[in-house]
């Protein structure tokens, strides 16, 4: 039997597998070249970009939990000008498509990221976090309003031509609200789910663990929450999904396949195994060898209900 055929398209973007890398857990790219190929992957997402440089939050912003970890890192990141200056070229050189992941704590900080890389070779396609508080409008969370998702994806949408990928918050009363705002605002597909917000409590100390208090559950425990949104979402718009969720194996992988996603990242295994997606990938690979299948595509919505 030949190899399978393991390519995806995603939003116009060619990827030769479906494994991306979750934006906040792979630095720019470039930190994780020791430990992977890093042309192996189907595409690199790069931690969320500001329009300044931000410090995030003050420490400890990172504790284990069972079956996953919390972080409150408070989106820090190089800014919109280094990461040009800095980050950009290396990535060029990389043959593996890049995604600007981008966020903004007003709606014109969205529009302006955006519209700084609209006209970047090297960038295939931007990621938008509406995970984020509006701050004019009294700290309101862009993504957990279907009428302010509305408005910051079609702000965003205005001013880029790259395929644009707004990724989901969890923490909603229905997914499906939000996934049909993003889509009519004019999405070109949906990465879910963002973190699950959290706490954790040192009981000795009779305080919170984290210096923010709170901060966003990922890893392995939140993997049925995720599959269950990625179902949900899938049968109600027409985007590609990109599932995103506790996945540690090419199992996990091709399970959020079977709900709906086109793609899937890989976002707490790479803190555990630095080369997880890589792994990831070919273990995905292998199972369709195993199970005699020629393409991936075919396992895209093929759950049987």
């Not at 070229?89 to 704590?105: C, D, E, F, R």
């Amino acid at each position: 039997m030949q190899r399978p055929d393991m390519s995806v398209v995603l939003a116009g973007i060619p990827m030769r597998n479906p494994v991306m890398t979750a934006s906040g857990t792979f630095g720019y790219g470039a930190e994780f070249a020791d430990y992977l190929d890093l042309e192996s992957i189907g595409a690199m997402v790069t931690k969320g970009l500001s329009l300044k440089p931000k410090a995030g939050n003050p420490t400890p912003r990172i504790v284990e939990t069972p079956g996953g970890m919390l972080n409150a890192i408070g989106l820090q990141n190089v800014g919109i000008d280094a990461f040009i200056e800095q980050k950009l070229p290396y990535l060029k050189n990389v043959n593996t498509p890049v995604i600007a992941n981008l966020y903004g704590n007003t709606l014109e900080e969205y529009g302006e990221v955006a519209s700084r890389l609209d006209g970047l070779a090297g960038v295939a396609g931007i990621e938008v976090n509406i995970s984020c508080p509006n701050v004019k409008q009294g700290g309101i969370v862009f993504g957990t309003d279907p009428g302010a998702a509305r408005e910051v994806v079609s702000l965003v949408k205005r001013n880029t031509s790259k395929p644009l990928i707004v990724k989901l918050s969890p923490n909603v009363t229905d997914v499906v609200l939000m996934a049909k705002a993003c889509a009519d605002a004019g999405a070109d597909a949906l990465s879910l789910i963002n973190t699950l917000t959290g706490m954790a409590i040192d009981l000795e100390r009779r305080r919170p663990v984290l210096a923010n208090v709170t901060g966003g559950l990922s890893g392995p425990a939140i993997k049925p929450v995720a599959l269950r949104m990625v179902w949900q979402v899938a049968k109600a718009v027409k985007l590609p999904l990109i599932g995103i969720g506790g996945i540690m194996n090419g199992r996990d992988a091709l399970e959020f396949m079977l709900a709906g996603a086109t793609a899937i990242q890989v976002g707490t295994a790479s803190f555990l195994d630095p080369s997880a997606a890589q792994r990831i990938a070919q273990e995905m690979e292998q199972y369709l060898v195993d199970h005699g299948i020629a393409s991936v595509r075919s396992l895209i919505g093929a759950l049987e209900v």
